[in-house]
C-alpha cells in the first residue's frame, strides 16, 4: 500500500491491513509474529524474501508494524523502537551535530526536556525554550543559522495547549529547520502533522497506539523530506540500525495488535473526556478545567480546525482545596489508578507536580501543585463520573 497516494483508504482500514496482510505460506490471517535474531542465507550475501539478515537491521514483524504506522499517520516510512524516548535520541541524533541549536514547545514532556538538557548537552548541542506555544513566540527564539530542529507537542502535557503545526512549520521551513511533533497525545486518530508541514513525527506507542498498558515502544514517522542532501529516512534508518535500540518482534506484535482498534478506541476516549470535561466544570469543587474541548479553552477553535473527530482523552484541573485536596482525591478514586503513563483502556490519574512533571520544580516550567491529571479510559460513562464524584467529595471532607 503506497499511503502517499490519493485514492488512500479510510484511516480505521489502514490501521487494521496496511503491514498486516495475511501469511503467504500458511494463510494465517494474523501475520505470525517472527522471534528470532537472525535469518539463513541461501548462499553469501543471498538472502529469501524481504531480504532480512539480522533483526537488529530489520524483522518482519517490526516491519509490518512499521507499514502500518506509516499507513496511520500519512508518511512515507516509519521506523519503530524500543520506547518513545529511544525514538526520539535515535531521530535527535541522526539530524545534529555539535553546534546544533534546538528550539523546544514550553510544555514538551519531562523525558525530552531531560534528554536535552543533561544528554545532548554534553555532546555541544543546546536549546532554548519557547514562553508559549505561539509560532511567532518560536520564530523569535529560532537563532540563524543554528538552530536545526523545532520541538513541538500539541496538545501539550499536562495544561494541553494547542499550537498552530502549519504555522510552526512556516517557522522552521524559514530557518532551514526540521519541525518534529510529539504526536503521542492527538494520536494518529485525531491529528496528522506530516500533511500540516512537520518533517518528521514521534510517538510514544506506550500509550495510544500500544493503547492496553502491556508494552512500552516508540516511533519515527517521516515523508519525502531531505536533510543535509539525503532522504531523511535514510538518516533514521541509519541512526536505528547503528544505536540498535529496536522495538522487538512480541513488542512489535502487541503494538501492531493496539494500533487496529485505535480509531474506535479514541471515539471513546474523547466522548468520555468531553462529557466528564463539561461535568467537572459545572461543579462548585472544581477551581479550574483544562480540557481543548470546552469553548473557553484558549485554543479550543485552532483545536476543532486541526484535530479530526475529537479532542482527546487527557484532560487536567485543580479541585478546590488546593495541593492536599489534589492528594486526597488521587488517593480516592477506584476506577481510575494512581499512575504515570496515559492512553491506556484503562483510566489513570496523577499529579503531574511531584509525579510526570518532578523534574520541573523549581524552574520556571514548573506545574501546579493542585493540578490532576486525567488519562481518561474507555469504561462506561457512568462509571467514571460515579467514582469522580465519589473521591472529590473525598477531596472536600478529608482536604
Ligand atoms: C510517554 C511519552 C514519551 C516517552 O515515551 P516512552 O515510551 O515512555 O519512552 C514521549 N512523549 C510523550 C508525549 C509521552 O507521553
Given at each position: ?17 496496511a ?12 501475520p ?18 524481504g ?26 516510512r ?19 551535530k ?46 540563524a ?14 495544561l494541553l ?28 486518530a ?52 547503528a ?13 501492531a ?48 480546525l ?40 484503562e ?53
Amino acid at each position: 500500500m503506497t499511503v502517499t497516494d490519493f485514492s488512500l483508504p479510510g484511516l480505521a482500514t489502514r490501521a487494521i491491513h496496511a503491514g498486516q496482510e495475511p501469511d503467504a505460506t500458511t494463510g494465517a490471517v494474523v501475520p505470525p509474529i517472527y522471534q528470532t535474531s537472525t535469518f539463513v542465507q541461501d548462499g553469501v550475501n543471498e538472502f529469501r524474501t524481504g531480504g532480512y539478515e539480522y533483526s537488529r537491521g530489520s524483522n518482519p514483524t517490526r516491519s509490518g508494524f512499521e507499514e502500518q504506522l506509516a499507513a496511520v499517520e500519512c508518511g512515507t516510512r516509519a521506523f519503530a523502537f524500543a520506547s518513545g524516548m529511544a525514538a526520539e535520541d535515535a531521530l535527535l541524533r541522526a539530524v545534529l551535530k555539535p553546534g546544533d541549536h534546538i528550539v523546544l514547545a514550553a510544555d514538551v514532556y519531562g523525558g525530552t526536556f531531560r534528554l536535552v538538557d543533561q544528554v545532548l548537552s554534553k555532546w555541544g548541542v543546546t536549546h532554548s525554550f519557547v514562553p508559549s506555544a505561539s509560532a511567532d513566540d518560536a520564530s523569535a527564539t529560532v537563532r540563524a543559522g543554528e538552530t536545526k530542529v523545532l520541538w513541538l507537542e500539541t496538545p501539550s502535557n499536562p495544561l494541553l495547549r494547542i499550537a498552530d503545526i502549519a504555522a510552526w512549520a512556516q517557522v522552521a521551513d524559514a530557518a532551514g529547520a526540521l519541525l518534529v511533533v510529539d504526536n503521542t497525545f492527538a494520536s494518529p486518530a485525531l491529528q496528522n502533522p506530516l500533511t500540516l508541514g512537520a518533517h518528521a513525527v514521534v510517538h510514544s506507542t506506550t500509550k495510544y497506539i500500544g493503547g492496553h498498558s502491556d508494552v512500552l515502544g516508540g516511533a519515527v514517522v517521516v515523508g519525502n523530506t531531505e536533510w543535509n542532501g539525503q532522504p531523511l529516512s535514510e538518516l533514521i534508518g541509519f541512526q536505528q540500525f547503528a544505536g540498535g535500540a529496536v522495538a522487538g518482534p512480541f513488542d512489535s506484535f502487541l503494538a501492531a495488535r493496539g494500533l487496529k482498534t485505535l480509531p474506535l478506541r479514541m471515539e471513546r476516549h474523547c466522548s468520555n473526556a468531553l462529557e466528564i470535561a463539561r461535568w467537572l466544570r459545572s461543579r462548585e469543587d472544581v477551581v479550574e478545567v483544562f480540557y481543548p474541548g470546552l469553548e473557553e479553552h484558549p485554543g479550543h477553535d485552532l483545536a476543532t480546525l486541526t484535530l479530526n473527530g475529537g479532542y482527546g482523552g487527557i484532560i487536567s484541573f485543580r479541585p478546590r482545596g488546593g495541593e492536599a485536596a489534589a492528594h486526597t482525591f488521587v488517593k480516592s478514586t477506584r476506577l481510575y489508578n494512581l499512575s504515570v503513563s496515559l492512553g491506556g483502556v484503562e483510566s489513570l490519574t496523577c499529579v503531574p507536580h511531584n509525579m510526570t512533571h518532578g523534574s520541573r520544580v523549581g524552574t520556571p516550567h514548573e506545574v501546579p501543585k493542585d493540578l490532576v491529571r486525567l488519562s481518561v479510559g474507555i469504561e462506561d460513562l457512568q462509571d467514571h463520573l460515579a467514582d469522580l464524584d465519589q473521591a472529590l467529595a473525598a477531596a472536600q471532607r478529608e482536604g
